[in-house]
């Protein structure tokens, strides 16, 4: 599968979009899932699928259907650069290990501007007061945006 992303990734240099993940589903799928800063369009997907088509069929990579697409609203973070671009968002965060016996938090993700970034998240404990949670960028098992959204699509 890194093969698969290395080459989808070089693919689309030039696109002005981010590659997010690569995915192998069942029945023959190949999953793109791409993002740019100000929103996947669905011209940028037809782009992508026509571009990424011809590149996997020089490639040899086999494949019954390529389905481009955005990430959606609970976009994963893979990288130590996605948690630098969303600081300041809701995210719900997965560790390896357990802390104060639980391993998933949900709060406000915060950043600090050194080199490497500190990372931690500002969450409400089960007295509804609000703690801090400093975490490494390796102590995460998954993480996604969590954005609160009402009825009528708005951000809260």
Known sequence: MADIFAVTQQALLGFGVELVDVERAPLGVLR??????EGVRIEDCEQVSRQLSHVFEVENIDYK???VSSPGVNRPLRRLADYVRFAGQRIEL???EPVESRKVFTGTLH???QEPPALSLEYEDQTGGLRTLPFSFDDVDRAHLDPVLDFKGKKR
């Open 32 to 37: 793109v899932v791409i993002d740019r800063p």
């Open 65 to 67: 259907r390529l389905e």
């Open 94 to 96: 997965r560790l390896h």
């Open 111 to 113: 950043v600090t501007e």
